[in-house]
């Protein structure tokens, strides 16, 4: 009677295991690409402030100054395989970097935007509580007024037939006005990011 060869059993075991390993990794890996998103950029565009243009203000009346503030938000998806989804989108105005000088709100409708598509959304608020003495003395000495613009909604991803769930949408912006009125903005923080995709893969994964 011949004896049972128990290094080749083992041996074939290890293999086997290694290549369900491997399998699994390369599985992963292509849920994790499948499922992989990145948060939508957002700017704010266009900004003109009536109140500061000195061209059509002649003088420092502040009572007689167009409180009218308009703007455009830049809304651009960069996946080539998903579409995403926007609830409502609100559109809140600060006067400085932080929140001390609040000056008005816009809505936006929510929308779908499709694959690799951009959208430009325009609005206009009349602004309340604004510190036109301070934005005036600014401007006036060659500098630029800072306002404080934050975008944020719910949104949610379509891949391939079905869509996620929500997700906090939130990005700060800096916008700069000299004394024409006009601006040039920054993007400065948002949430959703490289953490906020590691757990929304997780939450697949798990």
């Known amino acids: 009677m011949s004896d049972y060869d128990f290094s080749s059993s083992r041996t074939s075991c290890a293999c086997h295991c290694i290549k369900f390993i491997l399998g699994l990794g390369v599985l992963a890996l ?21 109140g500061l243009d000195k061209s059509i203000n002649s003088n420092n009346n502040t009572m007689k100054r167009d409180n009218h503030l308009s703007f455009q938000v830049h809304l651009k998806n960069e996946m080539k395989d998903k579409a995403v989804r926007y609830d409502n989108i609100t559109v809140n105005f600060y006067y400085g970097t932080n929140t001390s000088y609040p000056l008005g709100n816009f809505t936006i409708e929510g929308f779908k935007q499709g694959k690799d598509k951009e959208a430009f959304k325009s609005g206009m608020i009349e602004t309340h509580n604004m510190p036109w003495d301070d934005a005036i003395k600014v401007v006036s000495n060659g500098s630029k007024a800072i306002f404080r613009v934050d975008v944020s909604s719910r949104i949610k991803y379509k891949i391939t037939f079905w869509y996620t769930k929500k997700h906090n949408y939130f990005v700060e912006n800096k916008v700069e006005v000299d004394n024409t009125g006009k601006s040039s903005a920054k993007q400065i923080s948002c949430c959703f990011g490289f953490f906020g995709l590691i757990l929304f893969v997780l939450s697949f994964l798990l």
């Open 30 to 50: 292509i849920l994790w690409l499948s499922l992989r998103t990145t948060k939508p950029k957002c700017s704010i565009g266009d900004v003109y402030v009536r």
